[in-house]
């Protein structure tokens, strides 16, 4: 109980000292500014990466008919000391500036004084905690392989500290903080030594695929997206693997609590919809220099679209559907600037997931047990259903209600276990599991932390290309949705959707797509050379 006592003041210091850092940040520019006849179009907060064009959604928007859509793209190279430029329009030109129509544009770069300081507070704070992780991981399993897997998070931190320009990781140490309880989830109700055992090369395994993709997608994003023949390409890759997956799961996949979605090859148990929901996002959001109504990415789009949605349907997997159906409409949104075509897509894609709800029995099933016998929707989003099935399908929520407030308290309980024989304790249910061991309030904790994310990601993406922007808004959309889904699942306030909490829950599958859309929100295009020459001021013009 000391540990959890420790542990919980630590996160109340890095949720504070993590929402200092971003308030203090607030104003920081980083982007270039745009100015014509001393009349500025940007104030240096659209990020590092600055469009111009008649669309609404560019930084600088031109009404002039001849200006195209996205009529060019501006960026700064900081270690040849000029202004990168792509121009997608015909009728622009480039000396002192760039002249397009009735417009002379200038560019400069922004002075910033004060640049990211106190950044190692959270990181400190993250290493700490790991540390105490460690200790109670040891103390309950008698086993010093138990503490490699966080071992490996400490190296993981301390690496994306260094590389970093803004040396602020921290979503990297939230991440690293979620991992140290994926650790406990996997390691959950294991006595015997054989069990142990294997249960610690499953957590090294899934904290090393979680961390080294994060790693990886990083490195992928620093290429040049902004290369319309790349977007083809990776769209037609993209979705020739979607199409290779879905024909694999439905040829080789196991039922496994009502839905088809499991294969095993070589003893190691994955789920293709992880892969598949990855790639429908790529799909849909790449590319970003074509407006997302034309007829060829229109075609894609739809065609891909039907093809994951039917995919759900036939597997049964509710958490799946719903997830391909928050893809669709941030899609929409960030890709479409009209907003009636806009409005329509999105209210076909609602109705196509209402009627896959119907056509479902076993989303029928679960909804229905959700509302339980005359109630309303309102009290069934107060749990109220649960409890009109105590023995049927509120069995895992009251057992998870009892383990996370009654049994665990406020500093948590190891001594008895109200999960025990409760399926899917450590993934589907897991966020009980944790509270049971370390406190109810490690719940309020986490949601906490979940909302240093969302602000921090806000904040960052004026370090961002405009392709990570994008990607980094639907990666932290999936990961909110998926946690949304999974908690409030856990404690009957909405129907079980089989959804695991990312970084949290049991499972080496969720750790391809969560480890990748973790790396998304954590990327960051501004090198240390384009921080340095924002220090000093480099004003120079085109």
Not at 204 to 215: C, Q
Not at 284 to 296: C, G, Q, Y
Not at 509 to 523: D, R
Request: aromatic share 12%.
């Amino acid at each position: 109980m000391t540990i959890n006592i420790l542990q919980d003041f630590i996160l109340i210091l890095f949720i504070v000292s993590s929402f200092w850092l971003i308030y203090r940040e607030r104003d920081l520019r980083l982007g270039i500014l745009v100015s014509e006849d001393k009349w500025k179009h940007t104030n240096g907060k659209q990020g590092i990466v600055t469009t111009i064009g008649r669309s609404a959604s560019n930084d600088v928007k031109l009404k002039e008919h001849s200006v195209s859509r996205l009529q060019a793209v501006i960026s700064y190279n900081a270690k040849s000391h000029k202004y990168d430029m792509t121009e997608y329009g015909k009728l622009g030109s480039c000396a002192n500036g760039y002249h397009i129509a009735n417009h002379s544009l200038q560019f400069n770069l922004p002075r910033e004084e004060r640049c990211f300081e106190f950044g190692f507070i959270p990181t400190v704070l993250s290493l700490l905690f790991i540390f105490l992780q460690g200790i109670s991981t040891f103390n309950q399993l008698q086993n010093y392989q138990a503490i490699i897997p966080h071992f490996i998070l400490v190296v993981f931190v301390i690496v994306t500290w260094g590389i970093r320009a803004d040396k602020q990781p921290i979503t990297e140490s939230i991440f690293a903080v979620f991992l140290t309880y994926y650790i406990d989830a996997t390691l959950y109700g294991l006595t015997t030594k054989e069990d142990i055992e294997k249960g610690i090369f499953s957590a090294v395994i899934g904290v090393t695929f979680y961390t080294l993709l994060s790693l990886a997608i990083r490195c992928f994003l620093r290429f040049d997206m902004d290369k319309h023949n790349l977007h083809i390409n990776l769209r037609i890759l993209s979705v020739i693997v979607i199409i290779f997956f879905i024909i694999i799961n439905l040829a080789l996949a196991k039922e496994k609590n009502g839905a088809y979605n499991w294969i095993s090859l070589g003893g190691i148990t994955f789920q293709p919809s992880e892969i598949v929901k990855l790639l429908f996002a790529f799909v849909l959001i790449v590319p970003s220099t074509k407006h997302f109504n034309s007829i060829d990415n229109l075609i894609i789009t739809l065609g891909i679209s039907i093809i994951c949605f039917v995919y759900g349907l036939i597997i049964k997997d509710i958490g799946a559907l719903l997830q391909f159906g928050i893809v669709f409409v941030i899609a929409v949104l960030l890709q479409n600037s009209n907003i009636l075509y806009s409005i329509l897509m999105i209210v076909a894609g609602i109705a196509g997931c209402k009627g896959v709800l119907y056509i479902s029995s076993t989303a029928s099933s679960r909804i229905e047990g959700w509302l339980g016998e005359n109630n309303t929707l309102f009290e069934s989003l107060t749990a109220s259903g649960i409890f009109d099935n105590p023995y049927d399908y509120g069995y895992q929520s009251i057992h998870s209600l009892v383990a996370a407030f009654k049994n665990g308290g406020l500093f948590g309980n190891t001594e008895f276990n109200a999960l025990k024989g409760i399926e899917a304790a450590n993934s589907d249910l897991v966020t009980s599991m944790i509270a049971q061991k370390h406190g109810s309030l490690v719940i309020y904790f986490i949601l906490g932390l979940y909302l240093v994310l969302i602000v921090n990601t806000i904040f960052t993406l004026r370090q961002k290309s405009k392709i990570q922007q994008v990607f980094s808004c639907i990666g932290i959309a999936l990961i909110v949705f998926a946690m949304s889904l999974n908690l409030c699942g856990t404690f009957g306030i909405v129907a079980l959707t089989g959804v695991v909490s990312p970084a949290l829950s049991d499972g080496i599958s969720a750790a391809i797509s969560y480890g990748c859309l973790f790396g998304v929100i954590s990327s960051s295009a501004m090198s240390k050379e384009y921080l340095n020459t924002i220090r000093k001021g480099d004003l120079n013009n085109v």
